[in-house]
């Protein structure tokens, strides 16, 4: 070990699901939208002036907040923005979590959030769900430096109905609660109208999912304008321009267009029902998902068979080999064509290994 080594952050990275990039593929593995982005997007990226680009970007993404602003009934002060949710989750663990009570999460929620605690040496705990996955939103009464709940959850993709956010935010007026609400566009409840109730109360969405704009990566945070103040200031202390130019105009013109939102919404919603009624039929148990993917169980292959079949079929799914959730598979909605396809191939692979018992 070279002398310098001790003194190098060690850390666990977070795993995304893998980035496969093969002819034929289908890709239902990191909850990507199967639609393209509205088509005032690619005006925007074909009218986009590359002169542009010479000029560093607006440091406060005005164009962005501003559309935001307008969408969502918001002030510019309530908004903040960063590269991603990942991103504006990460400032916000930075900003926020310096307390020496642990933050609180679930046992079963999206894993970045352990990595960023570990990352910024915050204490914390997670809070086993309930058998069935669900909050049990009393473990939250109790001291703690701060609450991070996913609202749809991932992987699970349940829902907490807005009553149990509320409580829990009424039982803890002296931490911040940041509900990361990624896939609330899919049927969520968003904890939006409680932002005039609660100072304390974080939300944050991202325009990878429902938007259809991975790629580009945007994520926002609403919060009370002394919080967005406060991870301003964070971001301003390590890298004023987070966002690149086109990044904002494009952005803004998504949001914009709400018509089109919904619509690609209401396919994926469709889609959803029926691909989880073709699993039903074939064995498996589903969530009731209010999110872009289905968690599914089967009720006699297990799940990491069906994971590897799959992938030899070029269909790539996310399985998560951990406790309570080994047995689960985690399944993006695509396209009609892609999930019937989807289908095709589950059907196959769970009547040969029937058949041949596994
Ligand atoms: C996808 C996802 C994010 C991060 O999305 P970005 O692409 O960084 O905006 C954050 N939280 C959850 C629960 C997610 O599933």
New binding site residues.
């Given amino acids: 070990m070279k002398q310098w080594e001790q003194y190098f952050r060690k850390v666990v990275p977070y795993v995304p699901g893998e980035q496969p990039n093969q002819p034929g593929m289908i890709k239902l593995n ?2 990507e939208n199967p639609y393209p982005p509205s088509p005032k997007v690619k005006k925007a990226v074909e009218e986009f002036k590359t002169d542009n680009l010479r000029l560093y970007p607006d440091p406060a993404s005005t164009v962005l907040t501003e559309a935001l602003g307008k969408a969502y009934s918001l002030k510019n002060e309530q908004i903040f923005v960063g ?7 990460a400032t916000a663990f930075l900003t926020f979590f310096n307390s020496e009570e642990p933050i609180l999460f679930p046992d079963i ?2 894993s ?1 959030y352990e990595v960023w605690a570990a990352l910024y040496n915050i204490p914390y705990e997670t809070l086993p769900l309930k058998e069935d996955f669900t909050i049990r939103k009393e473990d939250y009464y109790r001291k703690n430096g701060g609450i991070v709940i ?1 609202n749809p ?2 992987p699970t993709s349940l829902s907490l109905e807005l009553d149990a956010v509320r409580d829990i935010l009424e039982h803890n007026r002296e931490s911040i609660v940041i509900v ?1 609400e ?2 609330v566009d899919f049927g969520g409840e968003s904890a939006l109208s409680l932002l005039k109730e609660f100072e304390n109360l974080l939300v ?1 969405q ?4 429902s938007y259809s704009m ?1 790629g580009i ?3 926002y945070a609403f919060g009370a304008p002394s919080l967005i103040k406060a991870l301003n200031d964070v971001k301003y202390s390590y890298n004023s321009y987070t966002m690149n130019q086109p990044s904002l105009y494009y952005g803004a013109e998504a949001v914009r267009d709400s018509d089109y939102h919904k619509e690609i919404i209401e396919r994926i919603r469709k889609t959803r029902a029926r691909t989880a009624e073709n699993l039903c039929e074939l064995g498996f148990t589903i969530l009731d998902s209010r ?1 872009n993917f289905l968690f599914a169980a089967h009720r006699e292959v297990p799940a990491e068979l069906i994971f590897e079949k799959l992938r030899e079929k070029k269909i790539y799914v996310r399985y998560f080999k951990k406790p309570r959730i080994d047995n689960y598979l985690r399944i993006t909605i695509g396209t009609d064509e892609e999930m019937a396809a989807f289908i095709d191939a589950v059907s196959g692979i769970i009547k040969t290994s029937i058949l041949t018992n596994h």
Avoid: E
């Fill in positions: 990191t909850n590269v991603g949710s990942d991103d504006v989750l929620t999206y970045f996913a959850n991932a990361d990624a896939y944050v991202t325009f990878s999912k991975a990566r945007i994520g999110t």
